[in-house]
């Protein structure tokens, strides 16, 4: 069982295991984009479906190894947040695609081509910080509808009755102010505004640099921070000791392969 667990272990952490389930899951993903084609599912649908049990065959047998790897801990697999990600994919693609859950197996199908965060590190790594970054961002984007609400108020006040096409009411201002932020065609709004009230073009300004520039770049660097954080605790967890029982499968695994390389040169 050992030998088997430390075959295990070295086979699903090799980079050119990785890159096999990399290259089935983006094979996966163009699986999904062919199925959309009518014309294509009516002429190969039914080998599109045959490379979907294939694939999910061959993710079974990934978390099935992986699972082997965590021995005599199997829980250890399911410590991964990422682990479980995956082992949930199969779940969903295990379900029937029949009847009420057709659409929503199919849908989930989709998770599939998520699993390239949960392969690729650098992905991981990415999706993590952002993840840290929800409360901080959730700050941020209270401060953002305190500005967006106190601007729609007063742009409704102001321009309602000259341009009731993007003032007319408040849920309308607010829309309107969104679509500022992403700097599309407020230019426009501001000279409209401008034709009622010449220094209209101040509350414009004021709200394109509050909003855009400084509310967008605290985003910014909420993440990076995060990002940052997020590399340091990678590096903690590579630096950190070697637990006993690691230690112990590495010198099995590391005796097991001197008695292979002994009896070859007995052999020889």
Known sequence: MDKFTSFARRFTEAPAFEAAIIAIIIFNAILLGMDTSPSIDRDYGDWIRIAYQVALAIFIAEALLKMTASTPRVAGY?????????????????????????IIVRLARLLRILRLVSTIKDLRLIVTALIRSIPSVGHVLLLMSIIVYIYAIIGYHLFSEHDPENWRNLGISVLTLFNIITLEGWIEVMFTAMELHSLAWLYFVTFVIIGTFVVINLFIAIIINNLDEAKLDRLRELERPVSREELLREIRATQDALQRLERRMDDS
């Not at 399911?78 to 057709?102: M, S, Y």
């Open 78 to 102: 399911f410590r991964d947040g990422w682990n479980v990600f995956d082992f949930l994919v199969i779940i969903f693609a295990l379900i029937p695609a029949t009847g009420e859950l057709a």
